[in-house]
Every structure is written in C-alpha cells, then in structure tokens.
C-alpha cells in the first residue's frame, strides 16, 4: 500500500481503497465479531514541534498503522508526552481532548468547535508503554483509545487539543492540523442496514446507506442455508436520499456538521419466494462493496396454519442513540446501549425467536443532528439486520409546529397542534423526513380505501397477531382520516387467522407518573386519546395498545369501552424505557395503574396459541420485573356506552393483579362499587376544584414543551374535573 513521507495515504489511492481491499469481510463476517471487534490502532503523524499546554504538556504523535480504519471500531492513539510523571497524573487532572471533525474541513475555519464528537483524555482508557508510564528521559508513551468512530461517507480526520494560557485566557489550541481518517470500502461500503416486513410473508425488505452506487448493481443476494453462494438469488435495488431543503425548518434545514449532513443513497430491495420458517443468508451492497452475511429465519405464514404456534414481539419506545460525548449532541442516551445488548441476549435463531422488534417513537433523539442518526443506525444495526424493526412516529420524530408543513411527508398541510395540547418543535424542524426516507413500512395494497400512510400508521400481521401501528402525533379523532382508516384496519382483521390485535402508538392513553402538575398537556393528550379511542379498542377487542413518550414502565389492568377497569377490555403498557433519561419515579394512585417501574427495560410479547398472551418486561441486565397474561377477547355483541374522560372512575377492586379476561362476576356487587366510586369522586373532584380555583395554577410541561398553549372554554372545561382529581 502507497503511503506518503508523512505516513499518511494519498488521497487518490484512499478514493481506491474498495478496489483493492474488498474484503474477505463477506464471507467470515458475523454479528457476533461486530460487537467484540478488535481496536484498530491509529497512530497520528509526527509533529516535529510541541506544544505545550497551561501545565506543561506536551505531546508527539507518530505515523498510522495499521490501515484502513474498520467503521464502529474504536480508535487508539498512541502518543509521547512530557506533561506527566505517572499514570494517575495522565487520566484525572488533565483535561486535553481529541476531537473528531467530520468531514475533514469542517475544522479547518477559524470556528474550531465544529467537531460532531470529542473525547477528553480524563474520560478514555490509557494505557502504557512501561508500568510507570514513563521512559527515558522522563518522556511518557501511551495509548489513548476512543471512539467507536463511524464511517459517515466523507472524509473525517482526528484534532489533538491541548489546553494553553496566553495573556492570562486559557484556551483550547490544536496540537497540528489533524489527519484524515481513512474507512475500509470508505463511500462505498453497505452501512445501516436493517430489516422490515411488507405485508407479504414470503418476503422481507433490508433497506442500508452508502455513497451513490447505482451504477454499480445494487441490490441483495440471498440463498437458503443448505444452498451454496452460486445458487443465490440477486434483486436489484432502488434507492432515494434527501436534502436540507427537504425539511420543515430549523437546524434540520440547515447544512454544517452539527445540522444537517448528507444522509448518503438510502437504497432497499425485496427478498421474494422466501420458504416460511426457513434459514436464509443474505448479504447486500454492490459490485464496489459488500456487507457481511448473514443468517435470518424468514416469517412464519400468515394465513391461519400458525393459529397454535408462539409469535414473539419486543418492544420498546424513546431510545436514542450513544456512543459520543460531544456536549452539543444533547441526546447521547448511555443506557440504550444496554437496551441494545438484551435485545441480542433475547434475540436466538433456534430457541428464542425474535418475530418482530417495535420500536415505539422517539427513535434517534436527533432534533435535526445528522450525526446522530448515523449513530443511531450503527447502534441498531446488529439486531436490525436479523429481525424486522419497525417503527412508530413520537413527537422528537415529527412535532414541528412552527415550521411550515410544505415538506411534511405525511401530507397534512398543517402540523397536528390543537390548543388542549403539547404538540411542539421537538423534531428540530425535521417534519418526520429522515424516518419516512431511512424505514419502509407495510403497506396497504394499492388503490385501498382508507389507505395507510408510510411511517406514519399502517398494519400487518406477525404469524398469529395482528399488528396496527397509529401516529399519536397526528388528529385521531372520529373525523379524521386516521381513525377511518384505524377503524376499517381493525374491522378488517381475520380473527381465525389472527386471534390477537396489538395497537401501538408513542403516546400513553393511560399513564399515572407524577410530575407536580407539570405534565398537564400530556394528561390532556392521554384523555383525548381515550375518548377517541376506548370504545373503537372494545368494539373491536383490541389486546394490548403498546406506547412509550413517558420514560417509565406502567401496566393497566383490562380498560373497556367506558374507559374503566373492568374484568375484560385492553390492556395499555407504556414501555418508553429504551434510554432517555428516565422519568420522576413517583406515581399517582389509580385503580387501573397495577404496575409502574422506573428502570430501563424491554416488553416481550408472546403467544402461546390462540389461548394466552404473556408480557413480559425485562430489564437492562435480564431480571423479569413485570409479567402478565392476558386471556382472549370475545367480540361484544353490544358496545358499552361511552363516558368520555370517564377512565378515573375508580371500581371496587383493588388487586395488584389484572383481573382474568372472561372470569364470572357479581353484577349487583360491581354496579354497586362503582355507584359509590363515582359518587366519592365527585365529592373530591369538586373540593379539588374549588381549592385549585383559590390557590391558582401554572403549567409547564416537564418534557420540554415549553408554557402550555391558550385553550378555548369548549377544550379545558370537559378536562378540568380529571385535572383536579388527578392532582389531588
């Protein structure tokens, strides 16, 4: 390999790494060598001059090797200092930093904070060269590992920062100019990839980035595991991107390093025939480059032959992404890495098979940073390339109310924001486009009437459930076009073929986290949505509706169409505990609320047959914390009468356990709780009223919305009694 004077690698012979280094990677790759892959050692060009910070150090760093950098493996820098007279001088009092500046010139300015990440040496593992870490000549050798750092399809390049006092202003000043990082298959290389369902279980769809390669035949290979290379199919794949000019507003429309970056081609193809319950390896790319192979299970069928078998769903909602420390990328959330770890650990081809992974809103935390939805997508990469993940619509996803909707891709020509709510600018001015673009959903056939919508909401089936997906960012009320085509999908389900129906969405219809009255506009959302939504879940004998938005894990007792607690009726677990930052740990006390956890976590979903349902919630290290099972639903035969706001009323009972769906009852017994329920509420929903009214009140909402909008008499008056209650 040609390599300059310097030890750094000419620009002409990086642009052909592909050609001459495509790897045996294809063939012996697997998921498991992603997670311990070895640290690639990068060593930086030699600097023939120190510079010396506040304290005296001073640094040399020498020539690269070995090369190319592999994308997500971490970086070790191997260094000389003369700053230091020990290791435990090196690591806690000195605060010099590495930083990372992607693409390369985005340092080069006279505005050096442009870096996408940074790693101060008191936070990264440092080795050394002799057990003091100090040689001769009182000059220390050591290596300095951070990262993992992703290939983001331009050229990136690594700054050493020293801190310096000059004229009594200490500063940070850049030890040289840096080095360009150089990735193997560099553009061209199959990045993020991740699997979906279409509807058709003969099929699944991997959808992955790279640089443009359309004229060099991208697509997917595929064959049955018994089968030899030769014997595998190729479909050809399509692709698409999107720009700046593409978004709502904000940061999102606007390009630096800390905006918006080119998001690459975002190409996808179909594998089609896939036998049901069969291994498939697949790997996908172009003649430029080509991912690793992998091993999937395809789809088990659909069409009733599956009645009596096990379909197993996690779930999950407001994850994030990890992996930087750059303190402008706000949402780096640690612990989903953990959440990503269990879904390896639950995820096992032959005995614990994973049907479907959702993830429930609030994916990357992005708000409009490029860079954190390539981090996203590497951290999620090596489960959603071995089981379908999909995805629904949160408010850090979508809400853009003060952006113009030009470019919304769900197509309303107005974002969603009722004044009774908190519908704000989460997204960043992102609108939805990078989820819309980088996931491809099931959709309705062609010419269907209501129609699904992209990311946005639609349905499929997962061997014996069926699945409908809701966006609790967009009007769901019985007058929009939504709830039509919610209330047709549900109408629409076979249940000899697909006895269980899960709904998702991001936001809670039933969630008791207290929050010291901060969290009024949530509570107003969560009761629109139930009388929106209670009696079309009973109506149709939805199971379970699954969300996340709180970050905590609650669990319902069944809910029936009047919107209480009842011997059967929908289940509603929140489950927004991926790894954001987690919520208050205090609860208010409602009958219907039989489990909260403050902890991270996943919910498994599993079937057992048309019988029994189990959930499941697992947390970061694997304990079960919460276990339901929920018994079949009937059809009603007559819907119950709907109280609108009415899901408070508290029944007679007081189990911690959720009562068994089609149990006998003492009807005089219930009607008489309930009578006494409603009348005790009243009773302290008009003191609370009376007592608030004196005291006065002001909201903001915790999550960040800002001061809750201006409502009209017709919105606030309905809510005020649940308000009062609640905050009692």
């Not at 909602?317 to 989903?336: D, E, F, I, T």
């Amino acid at each position: 390999m040609k390599v300059g004077s310097s030890g750094v690698m000419d620009a002409e012979v990086f642009r052909q790494l592909p050609l001459q280094l495509r790897p045996q990677l294809a063939t012996r790759f697997t998921p498991r060598i992603l997670s311990s892959m070895l640290t690639v050692v990068l060593v930086l060009v030699k600097i023939s001059g120190l510079v010396s910070g506040a304290g005296g150090q001073q640094y040399v760093y020498d020539a690269i090797s070995p090369w190319p950098v592999v994308h997500g493996s971490n970086v070790t820098v191997q260094f000389q200092s003369t700053g230091y007279n020990d290791m435990n001088t090196l690591g806690q009092s000195q605060s010099d930093e590495v930083r990372l500046y992607c693409p390369d010139t985005a340092g080069s300015t006279t505005n050096k904070s442009n870096y996408v990440d940074k790693w101060a040496l008191q936070d990264v593992v440092i080795t050394f060269g002799s057990a003091s870490g100090v040689a001769s000549g009182g000059r220390t050798f050591g290596n300095v590992t951070v990262g993992p750092i992703i290939n983001m399809r331009v050229l990136c390049k690594l700054a050493f920062y020293t801190l310096v006092t000059k004229f009594g202003v200490t500063f940070y000043s850049e030890v040289s100019d840096g080095l360009n990082i150089a990735f193997a298959d560099a553009v061209w290389a199959p990045l993020q990839g991740h699997l979906s369902l279409t509807g058709n279980p003969s099929q699944l769809r991997i959808t992955w980035v790279s640089a443009n390669v359309s004229d060099h035949k991208p697509g997917v290979f595929y064959r049955k595991t018994t089968e030899q290379d030769s014997s595998a199919r190729m479909v050809p794949a399509t692709a698409q991107t999107y720009a700046a000019e593409d978004m709502c507003g904000g940061i999102a429309a606007t390009v630096g390093p800390l905006n918006f970056n080119d998001p690459g081609h975002i190409y996808t193809a179909i594998m089609t025939d896939l036998q049901p319950n069969t291994e498939y390896v697949y790997w996908y790319g172009s003649t430029r480059a080509l991912s690793p192979k992998r091993t999937i299970t395809s789809p088990q069928p659909i069409n009733g032959t599956t009645l009596n078998t096990t379909c197993r769903l996690i779930a999950f909602g407001s994850m994030g992404a990890w992996g930087g420390s750059h303190s402008n990328s706000k949402w780096w959330m640690s612990p989903a890495k953990s959440a990503i770890e269990q879904l390896r650990r639950q995820w096992n081809s032959r005995n614990q098979r994973v049907d479907l992974i959702t993830h429930v809103g609030d994916l990357s935390y992005a708000g409009g940073k490029g860079y954190v939805w390539e981090r996203f997508f590497y951290n999620i990469e090596s489960v959603a390339t071995l089981v379908p993940y999909h995805v629904a619509i949160g408010n850090h996803d979508y809400s853009h109310k003060s952006y113009p909707s030009i470019n919304d891709p769900s197509g309303v020509t107005a974002s969603y924001a009722p004044s009774w709510g908190n519908f704000g600018d989460d997204s960043g001015g992102e609108c939805g486009v990078p989820v819309s673009k980088r996931f491809h959903m099931p959709a309705s056939a062609a010419g269907a009437s209501p129609s699904s919508n992209g990311v946005f909401w639609y349905s499929h089936n997962v061997a014996n459930v069926h699945m409908a997906v809701i966006s609790t960012e967009h009007d769901l009320s019985p007058t929009s076009v939504q709830y039509a085509w919610l209330k047709h999908d549900l109408e629409s389900v076979d249940r000899r073929a697909q006895p269980w129906v899960v709904v998702s969405g991001h936001r809670p219809m039933y969630n008791n986290e207290n929050r010291d009255g901060t969290d009024d506009a949530d509570l107003r959302v969560q009761m629109k949505l139930r009388d929106y939504l209670n009696q079309l879940f009973a109506d149709n004998a939805v199971n379970l509706y699954i969300c996340g938005h709180y970050h905590n894990y609650v669990r319902t007792g069944p809910i029936n169409g009047a919107g209480q607690l009842a011997a059967t009726g929908t289940v509603h677990v929140t489950v927004g505990t991926g790894g954001a930052n987690l919520g208050s740990g205090r609860y208010k006390t409602f009958p219907w609320a039989l489990k909260n956890l403050t902890t991270y976590g996943l919910l498994s979903v599993e079937t057992a047959g048309s019988a029994t349902m189990t959930l499941n919630f697992v947390d970061s290290a694997g304990m079960v914390l919460d276990q339901a099972t929920l018994t079949q639903l009937a059809r009603p035969t007559a819907a119950p009468t709907s109280t609108p706001g009415s899901g408070t009323t508290p029944p007679s009972t007081t189990s911690t356990a959720p009562p068994k769906s089609g149990g006998s009852s003492n009807t005089a017994a219930i009607a008489a709780a309930v009578a006494m329920g409603v009348l005790l509420a009243v009773a302290i929903a008009i003191a609370c009223i009376v007592w608030r009214r004196k005291q006065g009140r002001t909201s903001i909402d915790g999550r960040g919305h800002g001061p809750l909008p201006t409502m009209s008499p017709d919105d606030q008056e309905p809510l005020e009694e649940y308000f009062d209650e609640a905050h009692a």
